[in-house]
């Protein structure tokens, strides 16, 4: 069993700061890409920004320049460091990781319960 819980949203003015949080917990061996995905009231569930453990990262367009994925693969933690925010990115932000547990050949997809994240105008 893997566990991965988010922790840092909240709500913020159109402009500011907010960094969140993805702690793993569990049998796990290792985890290929960790990321984060966003879903909007009445919108799909996008990717907003992904890392594999070779460090190559990955974001969607309209957060680019604004948004900083980081990771320790020691704790198992991801890090999502969002800067400038606009009223468009609120959003449900979900934790995401992709891998193996101990004991286990399969990779598997594991995903947080979420984190409400609002942006003000």
């Known amino acids: 069993q893997v566990q991965l819980v988010e922790s840092g949203g909240g709500l913020v003015q159109a402009g500011g700061s907010l960094r969140l949080s993805c702690a793993a917990s569990g049998r796990i061996f290792s985890f290929d890409v960790m990321g984060w995905y966003r879903q909007a009231p009445g919108k799909q569930r996008e990717l907003v920004a992904g890392?594999?453990?070779?460090?190559?990262?990955n974001y969607a367009d309209s957060v680019k320049g604004r948004f900083t994925i980081s990771r320790d693969n020691g704790k198992n933690t991801v890090y999502l460091q969002m800067n400038s925010l606009k009223p468009e990115d609120t959003a449900v932000y979900y934790c995401?990781?992709?891998?193996?547990?101990?004991?286990?050949?399969?990779?598997?997809?594991?995903w947080g319960q979420g984190t409400q994240v609002t942006v003000s105008s």
């Open positions: 995401y990781a992709r891998g193996r547990v101990v004991g286990q050949f399969a990779k598997s997809d594991y």
């Open positions: 890392l594999s453990s070779g460090g190559n990262t």
